[in-house]
């Protein structure tokens, strides 16, 4: 389990937008992510080409 102050660290950085950030420096090698009906994207490198991609598609991207 994380401690509380990795958790206000990895939402500080989401508030801040920083989304790919947050996976390059929160998630572990080996990290997955699955949307709803569609198979896992594993792998860090992977979760980040991907949310780079969905992110140039957002007008804006507002995070709370």
């Known amino acids: 389990m994380p401690s509380r102050e990795t958790i206000e660290r990895f939402v ?3 508030e801040d937008n920083a989304h790919v ?3 390059h420096e929160f998630y572990t090698e ?3 992510m699955q949307e709803n009906n569609t198979p896992p994207r594993v792998g860090r490198d ?3 080409k991907h949310e780079r991609e969905v992110l140039s598609r957002a007008n804006s991207v507002h995070s709370t």
């Open 30 to 32: 080996e990290a997955s």
């Open 12 to 14: 500080a950085r989401v």
């Open 21 to 23: 950030e947050a996976i």
């Open 46 to 48: 992977v979760l980040i």
